[in-house]
């Protein structure tokens, strides 16, 4: 099987993103759509894309794309496909759907009618008559849109979010994916100071020291695809031992979280811990008013509240405009804040250089973005020798 098609599905508005991520790892036929990044590879591409992707939600084979109007034609158009080539004789194979604009709109009738497809399938090709589903897990997907189904099977298990560091917290925990994308959407890079002065339970500085220091962020963790007897156990051997080669443990980050509550800086700690980066990540308990820093440039990149619930309104506003005074002080740096709120802009005190549309999971949010001036080249230097030291 040297060419298969993968989807890496995303959150909207971090496309772009992923497919440069997967081109960074060496994949060249990629086409970007809404939601997802689909591209063509071989089958070490399944371990790779599943260990290395920081931005993308899922990794799933495309097995098949086609027009259905009708319950006959999906059947049909579905059964033809080579389910045999990925499923074996005792695999589980459970079907989840979901259906936008389609004349199929019965979400269950449709699971039920590609199960039936594919069992079908399966006992044509490996001369069964009853499936008991006691192997390994291969979980189906028909998503139908504008009466086009993509028939997928899920390579991942749980969401690539989850990293494994995070296993405790806190009430409206960001995204791993999504913290992600913040800093690479940033001007950060491993040689400028980094601060979130509302860190929560520490998922930004985490996710930037584990690009800093280039670490795989799903080196920790399993995926479904790694049970599967048609991928060699050899190449997620390969794949993971390419993660090991690649990360630079010994670079030095300068990186700090605070937050008002204590409670939830607790949490920070565990969870910077447990990601093995206490020595890149200095967190303490500040209110944001009280933020400066003695280095001349860097990047404060936070995610604050967002005043969605009707009390909190009021509180959220006069936390923009102490925000707008504190970070503006700071007038070497750059500063990027994601949030919901309509009026941030305003209660800042300043029109952002570009504002980018982001969900956080299903908030609509804008991603503000000041741009401070760029470091001398004399003093990126020194940052990179007191890195170094």
Partial sequence: MNKIELIATAAFGLEALVAREVRNLGYEEVKVEDGRVTFTADLSAI?????????????LIKVGEFKA??????????????????????????????????????????????????????????????????????????????DIATLTIDTSGDGLHKRGYRTLSNKAP???????????????????????????????PIEAAMIGKNIAPGMNRNFSAEEWGIIPKALWREARRETHDLAQYDRRLRIYG????????????????????????????????????????????????????????????????????????????????????PEFELLYGKRADRKRK?????????????YGPRPPKRQETEAEETAAE
């Fill in 258 to 341: 605070s937050d008002v509550d204590g409670e939830v800086l607790s949490l920070a700690r565990f969870h910077i811990q447990e990601a093995g980066l206490e020595e890149d990540i200095y967190v303490q308990k500040l209110p944001m008013e009280e933020l400066k820093s003695r280095f001349e440039y860097g990047c404060i990149i936070c995610n604050p509240p967002y005043g969605e619930r009707l009390g909190d309104k009021k509180e959220v506003e006069e936390l923009y405009k102490k925000m707008g005074k504190v970070f503006g002080a700071l007038e070497t740096w750059s500063h990027y804040i994601i949030t919901s709120h």
């Fill in 358 to 370: 982001l969900y956080n999971g299903r908030i609509e949010c804008n991603y503000y973005q000041y």
């Fill in 69 to 146: 109007l009708t319950f006959d034609e999906l059947f049909e158009k579905t059964k033809a496909l080579p389910w045999h080539e990925w499923i074996p004789i005792d695999g589980v194979f459970p079907v989840d759907g979901k259906s936008i604009k389609s004349k199929l709109f019965s979400v269950p009738d449709c699971q039920a009618i590609v199960k039936k497809a594919v069992v079908e399938k399966l006992k044509q090709k490996h001369k069964v008559e009853w499936f008991q589903e006691t192997g390994a897990r291969y979980r189906i997907e028909v998503a139908l849109l504008k």
């Fill in 47 to 59: 371990c790779r894309s599943n260990l290395w992707l920081r931005t993308a939600d899922r990794v």
């Fill in 174 to 204: 960001l995204k791993e994916t999504l913290a992600a994308g913040l800093v690479q959407l940033s001007y950060w890079n491993p040689e400028r100071v980094l601060i979130d002065p509302m860190c929560g339970s520490g998922t930004i």
